[in-house]
RNA sequence: GGUCGGGUGGCCGAGAGGCGAGGCUCAGGACUGCAAAUCCUGCUACACGGGUUCAAAUCCCGUCCCGACCUCCA
């Protein structure tokens, strides 16, 4: 079997995976700051990176993975103010929003899920390391910056030139050194909260908190830096200064998902072409958005259309129609089998599309085999393509995915239904064709499609737009 | 101004010097009483202009267009 390589935004190449320790792999991703609900360019990258923690768990590796909660932000306090409850408040109820999104996504848990307020401690430390070392500086007015001119390795992520960079508007010219300082922490404002260090009392900018929680959890050194393209700059950038500064060797790879995109401009609150992911759940199920978000490859742009994320379900659904039918004929749930092809596809940097190619392959395979009545190869090409799905997380056997409740009904319905498709068959027995269309359409018009099959009549629960 | 991605068939979306990715849609066929499902066949594309090469969607030069980042961003 091939190994796994990934592309590296650092080197701008792609290179085979070979973790700090071996036979571990440590993952840092960048999580959301929780001021307003998710849409789904928030959520491709919990699904991205979920597939890449997926692959390396398959694959053998003890993955710790870890994803930040921004719960202490400029934008959580302005929102808070808007919608007239605690900063605290806000921030909790939209990171139930990101959990229940990520929940219904069937995005894992993070091995922990660190809040930045729960980490003051080690920013302060970090702080005071970095004034120590002489990398950063507190002017005395209760700030303390990053020297950016301290580091040479500084901008080497994004390949910016410190002078190229257009200085921030509001650039306090007054204490820092060089207005493309940027802060650690920030001195506390009226009415805002705040914590005390050394320095005075104030809040945590927003980059400090990345490198402090990495290192609590993950080590000087680990593995995979994730995050979104926009985080390239600043605050990759940032946290490379800070970590690097304070001596760390921080992550040896970097990787950055791309945006899902509408009318080819980014996704973002700023400019208001936001879908929330509450609202496309009412459009198709979590599985099918979890199956369009992870179909393209991690760092092409999505382009969101309603056209193609229909047309993404439509295919879903075709495999887990294969599934149901195979599990009809033999009686078992498939044993997730991962194929070469897929596996190929994978360990070339999570090349999904290609992956999807070769689950293509086995689902015309076992749907032949299902017409041919050939056992052996619809549990080979069933066993392929749930291994491949697991993967993916689009599992349809998935406890998360699973209906619940639904047993003892579908076995009574399942009672009800075959009376009537014994009518049918008698009906259709006699040629009697306008009965036996008249009990299919009247099913139907129940939402229940009756397909004839070589192994006689099959019925199942039918999906409308709008379901 | 600086930095970085793109432009592929009706649509989505891979690939990155030679071997038609794949999917969706549509059309035709097989199967079926008819459907549905499934399978088969068809629709053969790489922004434009040059160049390199036996061979270019892929490499080089130029042009056009789209987008991202440059201290809010996944």
């Not at 609900?37 to 491709?44: C, K, L, N, Q, T």
């Not at 500086?137 to 994004?158: E, H, I, Q």
């Not at 820092?176 to 945590?204: I, M, N, Q, V, Y």
């Amino acid at each position: 079997m091939s190994s796994l390589s990934l592309y590296d935004t650092l080197t701008r190449t792609t290179t085979p995976f070979s973790p700090v320790i071996a036979g571990k792999a440590s993952i840092y991703v960048c999580g959301a700051t929780v001021q307003a609900a998710p849409h789904i360019g928030h959520v491709r990258s919990g699904v991205n990176f979920d597939i890449l923690r997926r692959w390396l768990i398959k694959s053998g590796y003890d993955v710790t993975f870890i994803r930040n909660v921004t719960d202490i932000d400029d934008k959580i306090l302005h929102k808070a103010i808007h919608e007239e409850m605690p900063w605290w408040a806000l921030a909790m109820k939209y990171e139930r929003a990101f959990s229940a999104a990520y929940t219904a996504l069937n995005v894992a848990p993070p091995t922990y899920e660190p809040r930045a307020t729960g980490h003051i401690t080690q920013m302060i430390e970090l702080m005071q390391l970095l004034i120590e070392k002489g990398a950063a500086y507190a002017p005395g007015n209760g700030d303390v910056y990053l020297d950016v001119r301290k580091l040479s390795s500084y901008l080497t992520l994004s390949r910016q030139k410190l002078d190229d960079l257009q200085p921030a508007a509001d650039a306090d010219e007054v204490n820092k050194k060089d207005p493309r300082d940027f802060a650690l922490w920030k001195a506390a404002k009226e009415g805002d909260p705040s914590w005390p260090t050394p320095w005075g009392p104030g809040r945590p900018g927003w980059h400090l908190e990345c490198s402090a929680m990495a290192h609590a959890y993950l080590g000087e050194t680990f593995d995979i830096h994730g995050g979104g393209l926009d985080l390239v700059f600043p605050h990759h950038e940032n946290e490379i200064a800070q970590s690097e500064s304070a001596g760390y060797g921080f992550a040896k790879r970097w990787m950055h998902n791309a945006w899902v995109t509408q009318s080819g401009e980014k996704m973002s609150k700023s400019l208001g072409n936001t879908l929330q992911v509450a609202e496309i759940l009412k459009r198709v199920r979590g599985i099918e958005l979890r199956w369009y978000l992870g179909s393209a490859h991690y760092r092409s742009m999505l382009e969101y259309s309603e056209a193609a994320l229909d047309e993404s379900a439509t295919a879903f659904r075709r495999i887990e129609a294969f599934l149901h039918r195979s599990v009809e004929i033999i009686g078992t749930l498939p044993t997730p089998f991962i194929s070469s092809g897929f596996a190929d596809a994978m360990n070339d940097d999570l090349a999904v599309p290609t992956a999807l190619a070769s689950i293509s392959e086995s689902l015309r395979t076992g749907n032949t085999a299902i017409t041919d009545g050939n056992k052996a190869l619809i549990v080979q090409s069933a066993n392929e393509i749930r291994g491949a799905l697991e993967v993916l997380g689009c599992d349809p056997f998935d406890a998360t995915f699973a209906q619940s409740g639904g047993e003892d009904l579908t076995g009574a319905l399942d009672g009800v239904i075959q009376l009537a498709l014994t009518q049918r068959a008698a009906a259709r027995e006699r040629k009697d064709f306008a009965a036996s269309d008249q009990i299919r359409d009247g099913l139907s018009a129940l939402g229940i499609t009756i397909e004839d099959t070589a192994q006689g009549p099959r019925w199942s629960i039918s999906r409308s737009e709008g379901e």
